[in-house]
């Protein structure tokens, strides 16, 4: 997807991912969003489309209030910090789980703790193809977890990809572009697997003439 998915290594190792499902290409880099995070600088998010602007606001409003991090050291180990939506060691820096759905087919579920978030994107699927499609784009991306700061390899059971956000990336990054990277990525993704149905459908019709032709 042109929504830039790359790591978010340094800018000496900047891996590019190049995905050909359905033909588009994964070239421009998630470096080129997240280390706009970093700089501050870079385009203004495209417009979105006017069907998902009530979903991705609210979205957005969420994920505003509960990436307000701050560093916390561990209750249970000496000298440790870790995230703690994932030790889930101690329930009193926890905070209620965020629902954010359009319908049962797509929805956000925004996991807050007091030093890191969760973000677990399910991505639409409106027939068997896109599952398909959905499972393999996913896949690809999460195969390559370790080249991305805030990929998480293995997403939420009942979604599609998750993303984990401690207080070091807010530290380190903009606030406001991390959410902004996470807008885009909802916007595009599914114009991503359009066109990879879109092209797909494209060749399997081709195919299909080619191997009719000698029965004409």
Not at 170 to 187: A, C, G, N, W
């Amino acid at each position: 997807m042109r929504a830039r998915l790359v790591a978010l290594g340094s800018s000496s190792h900047q891996p590019r991912l190049t995905s050909h499902f359905g033909g588009t290409s994964l070239g421009r880099s998630f470096n080129d969003d997240l280390r706009t995070a970093y700089l501050g600088r870079g385009e203004e998010p495209q417009r979105m489309s006017q069907s998902l602007r009530p979903y991705l606001q609210c979205v957005r409003s969420s994920l505003t209030a509960a990436l307000s991090l701050s560093n916390f050291a561990s209750q249970v180990s000496e000298r440790h910090n870790v995230p703690e939506i994932e030790a889930a060691s101690s329930p009193e820096v926890l905070l209620n789980p965020l629902t954010v759905s359009r319908n049962d087919n797509e929805k956000v579920l925004i996991e807050p703790s007091i030093n890191s978030v969760r973000i677990s994107i399910k991505i639409k699927q409106a027939d068997e193809i896109e599952h398909i499609l959905v499972h393999k784009f996913t896949r690809f991306l999460t195969q390559r977890a370790e080249a991305f700061f805030i990929l998480r390899r293995k997403p939420i059971k009942g979604y599609d990809i998750s993303f984990l956000i401690t207080n070091y990336h807010t530290e380190e990054m903009l606030k406001h572009k991390l959410v902004d990277f996470i807008i885009q990525f909802m916007e595009e993704v599914d114009k991503e697997i359009s066109e990879m149905k879109l092209f797909l459908n494209a060749r399997a019709r081709f195919v299909a003439e080619s191997f009719l032709t000698p029965f004409d």
